[in-house]
């Protein structure tokens, strides 16, 4: 199965509008640099290296600003730059994206930031998290390549836009989840009425489970979303740095704070900036990347502190079930981002990690699930430790949903006052003289 | 407390571009045509009746499409039409709205609607409820008026937007709730940080203990949102109607079904869509508003049933929690849209409502909460008895999110199958062959 050949110019899509050339040209290996067609395909047939798509430049070069400010509201106005959707009708997709960049100056005043402080809020897209970025890039690849089902393991965020996605266009989608995972996670992603497996084992056990029966014959057309199409998946996280670097004015922030589970989302928000730069479309500005883990999973974190190129895996602990992948894809990738942009790694505790979400919520009005409570705990960190520049703009980036993750919260936040209903009452709480 | 002199130009915005004309020109009461100036307060001095925004007919008229569509991708595109905000640092907002208009073909199949079935999706506002429009507003109209805070009574969505936009912008904020709401809804509003009464009585205990406290010296400088600033407040429920027009390339739908609460939604819609005809921003054309209650609390249902103008309170119960208003405040006048536009009232119980919920989930990815449940029940319910016209198009309201109500779904939604990590536990489940 292949996609479309490379830059070829497409009839009109049903929508009426004009077609884009698409891009993408190949896939090529990170490790070895052979090249493939855009085939589905994650791993090097010479080196078993990752793949990731290889993008014809001077195709890239020729996408203006205006060309993007004039698309849709969404991930597909950077149609021009992704390897897949150029016909709006080939799309699959709950339509992600321009999620809001919010201005947080009371944060910033907190910590001492005095360059400017935003928060990229991706707790607004569908079902509320990032994934549906990658989904909808991944879902619209296994249309364009021939598959009539789509599958995923995940812990939560991912089944549930998997799910929906599915449920939008009637496509029949097969999530494997661990057994074990919370009742709220379970109902989210078992909704939209498809095939919900869960598995009495742990989220690796689900995803070893799920590489095998990708070889099965009943699954022949099925894409594993961050599987057999992970490249195209991958490619989705690339939209997140693109309106950053939108909404800022098309201008690249000096900092950002990406949190790390398999490194994917960093090192392809650093290779929007790369892409964005390279076209033309912003300045030639530096950037600095900083990754952020928690302490119950910090593979990544701790081959940056010992200088490693390589990730130890760990046996992943710890609230931020969203981020806890023992044995990283892409560690080594965002190390090499993180490394080559003066950025830096810090970790965090579960306490640490629930302030952050508190601090977040009571600063800016933004709930962020445990995920983002661990980048603005890892912010405050690396101001205070001084690996941060406190006087360059900063983003930090909040990739999920507050109510997806309230266990955590529920010891340590309730009601201030508690009354019987009268004036009397309110008089003893304090409230009024 | 007066806002800005009616129709005054003001200076240009902080944010550089020009300030529309404020269009509002003072509060008229809904029973009697008394006017008043733009002050705090929601009832006639006359006669006890409800006030209202009065706008300048002529302003209004004065505003084109080009003017909107040029406006942020946010209610305030609609500024020109609106009572407060002119002035973007005026502001106090999460800046909500412009949510997806979902096409829903796959319900529409299955219920037989052949005319264009859209789904009007409010979970993707900042806090996740259509609440946001009306506290943007709200609160926007609080600082015009010299208030330094807000406060609410609520049972949830309202709570939880009232202490973000506080929290965003740094403003107390004073939240009063029944203490035996889901630990879930207490977590969503005291992680914001700002005072959360939790009262031990009912929801129309704490309605009337906020109505004492605004009279108390304390609270003087507070502005209750949906007490003495509800005429600004109730005006954030029009932009719903600009926004379904807008997306529906300025054209009304020939049918509209709307939960009901108070009712404030379904009046403030149907004069959205009043204001854009007398605007000349779409052509006339007719529309049928009708109207959706849980049967565990139907008194504007009831009301319809019986031919009656006014509304006999209840005492609610049920699981559509966020519409369990007894004493609906606007029950008479969403009664008298229904009636104007020849639409009818429908009511659904709680088993009806989880299908809803399932039924929306499946079929288009978009996850409701109870309040959405109702509103797809209804609809179906309207379709079997014949009194929607399933060749005319139709646009339902979801006003939040499932996330937020996740009790009801937990005893019926779960894992079509449950295997061991291994290949022959998946066949045993009939997966594989």
């Known amino acids: 199965m292949t996609l479309t050949a490379p830059g070829s110019v497409q009839a009109d899509s049903s929508a009426g509008g004009p077609v884009p050339p698409c891009p993408a040209r190949g896939l090529v290996c990170r490790n070895c640099g052979a090249t493939f067609g855009l085939i589905a395909q994650h791993a090097c047939a010479e080196c078993f290296g990752p793949l990731e798509v290889d993008y014809d430049p001077e195709l890239m070069k020729a996408v203006t600003r205006e060309q993007i400010e004039a698309g849709p509201q969404n991930i597909w106005r950077y149609v021009a730059l992704l390897p897949v959707g150029q016909d709006q009708a080939d799309r699959v997709s709950l339509d992600p994206g321009m999620t809001p960049l919010v201005r947080a100056d009371r944060l910033a005043a907190e910590l001492g930031l005095t360059g400017g402080l935003w928060v990229k809020d991706d707790s607004a897209n569908p079902t509320h998290s990032f994934k549906d970025r990658v989904v909808s890039l991944a879902a619209t690849a296994a249309k364009g390549l021939g598959y009539t089902k789509i599958a995923a393991a ?8 998997v799910a929906a996605h599915a449920a939008r266009v009637g496509l029949p989608s097969f ?22 497996v869960a598995v009495d084992g742990s989220y690796d056990d689900v995803n070893r489970l799920t590489s095998e029966l990708g070889e099965t014959d009943e699954f022949e057309d099925t894409a594993f979303v961050n599987q057999n199409v992970r490249p195209y998946y991958a490619e989705g996280s690339k939209t997140m740095g693109y309106e950053i670097a939108e909404q800022l004015g098309w201008r690249i922030p000096a900092q950002v704070v990406i949190p790390m589970a398999s490194g994917s989302l960093l090192t392809k928000v650093d290779k929007a900036f790369r892409e964005l730069t390279a076209a033309g479309l912003v300045e030639a500005t530096e950037w600095t990347i900083y990754g952020a883990q928690s302490a119950g999973c910090d593979p990544i974190a701790t081959a ?7 990730v130890k895996p760990v046996k992943p602990t710890g609230i931020a079930k969203s981020l806890n992948i023992g044995n990283p894809a892409d560690g080594p990738y965002a190390l090499d981002a993180i490394r080559r942009t003066g950025g830096a790694v810090a970790r965090v505790g579960d306490d640490e990690i629930v302030q952050g979400i508190r601090d977040l919520a009571r600063t800016t009005g933004v709930f962020a699930e445990t995920a983002g409570g661990v980048t603005v705990a890892v912010l405050r960190k690396l101001v205070e430790s001084g690996r941060l520049d406190p006087a360059k703009e900063t983003v930090v980036l909040n990739t999920g949903e507050g109510l997806k993750t309230l266990d955590p919260l529920e010891p340590v936040v309730g009601p201030t006052h508690r009354v019987e209903p009268s004036l009397r009452s309110v008089r003893a709480a304090g409230l009024i003289g």
């Open 154 to 161: 995940s812990t939560g965020n991912l089944a549930n836009s």
């Open 175 to 196: 999530v494997f989840i661990p057994s074990d995972l919370e009742p709220g996670k379970i109902v989210q992603s078992a909704v939209y009425g498809q095939t919900l």
């Open 304 to 310: 940056f502190d010992n200088g490693w190129d390589v």
